[in-house]
């Protein structure tokens, strides 16, 4: 298994945490993107706590909660292709201006803001396809960065968590007969808007979600140190970077 280079692409990172993850994901949440989800709210509510913690924790911690909740998300995007994720990723979220107000930074009211509208590309920028998740996350906090300080944390977790809701909502009846295309867009869409959010909870908490995930992740499981993840269902782990006593929940890392 290859070892990830200092800057990889969003891309890049996400196929190499499927191959650390692929095997044991398969094995321990066989029931698809719906049990996936329900492990992602739980990694979001654990990186929740440990915000709320912070003055009594280690910051590493913190940092550790933010990675384990991006391999998390990417356990999710197993049941899609990452290439499609990063294009409607770009489409949802264009490098010019927020895709709803049309603006940079965003000016959208924090109710009631106009319907996505999406505008077809024809050539998507390269520093969106190939950027890395540095890129990525400095993209979205330049243009939603300050708004979300002022709403602060809690409100950056609650948009976090309804945003997971609404990629669960894709599988009720009446979606089921929806075009398998539109069906598909929308769950890129949704996602893309989980990845915004994972983004803008790790800017406001200025964790820089790129670092902590490759000193996690770069040369395999930072648990059993194996490229290829090798750990039981119910685990307790060291954080990989030197700290421990950090308990797992009782699902994949």
């Avoid at 990694?43 to 991006?70: C, E, N, W």
């Avoid at 890129?188 to 964790?207: G, K, N, R, T």
Wanted: with cysteine.
């Amino acid at each position: 298994m290859n070892y990830l280079t200092p800057n990889p692409s969003l891309e890049d990172v996400i196929k190499h945490i499927h191959g650390i993850f692929l095997r044991r994901n398969g094995i321990y949440m066989p029931g698809g993107i719906r049990e996936r989800i329900g492990v992602l709210i739980v990694a979001a509510r654990s990186f929740h706590d440990a915000v709320r913690k912070r003055a009594r924790i280690s910051p590493l911690m913190v940092q550790v909660a933010a990675g384990s909740l991006f391999a998390r998300f990417v356990s999710v995007l197993d049941n899609f292709e990452t290439a499609k994720f990063v294009h409607w990723l770009s489409v949802k979220y264009p490098a010019k201006h927020c895709s709803y107000c049309k603006q940079s930074p965003c000016i959208c009211p924090s109710e009631q803001r106009p319907d996505f509208v999406f505008e077809p590309l024809t050539e998507i920028p390269a520093e969106q396809i190939n950027g890395s998740l540095h890129d990525w996350q400095a993209i979205l906090s330049s243009r939603y960065g300050d708004k979300n300080k002022e709403q602060g944390i809690d409100n950056v977790f609650s948009r976090l968590v309804s945003e997971i809701a609404e990629v669960i909502s894709l599988q009720e009846p009446q979606w089921q007969l929806a075009d398998l295309d539109r069906l598909e867009e929308e769950y890129y869409c949704e996602l893309a808007d989980v990845f915004a959010w994972i983004c803008a909870a790790c800017s406001v908490m200025d964790i820089e979600l790129q670092e902590i995930v490759l000193k996690l992740y770069s040369k395999g499981c930072s648990v059993c140190q194996k490229p290829q993840c090798e750990c039981k269902g119910i685990i307790l782990v060291s954080d990989g970077l030197g700290a421990t006593g950090y308990r797992a929940e009782s699902v994949p890392v």
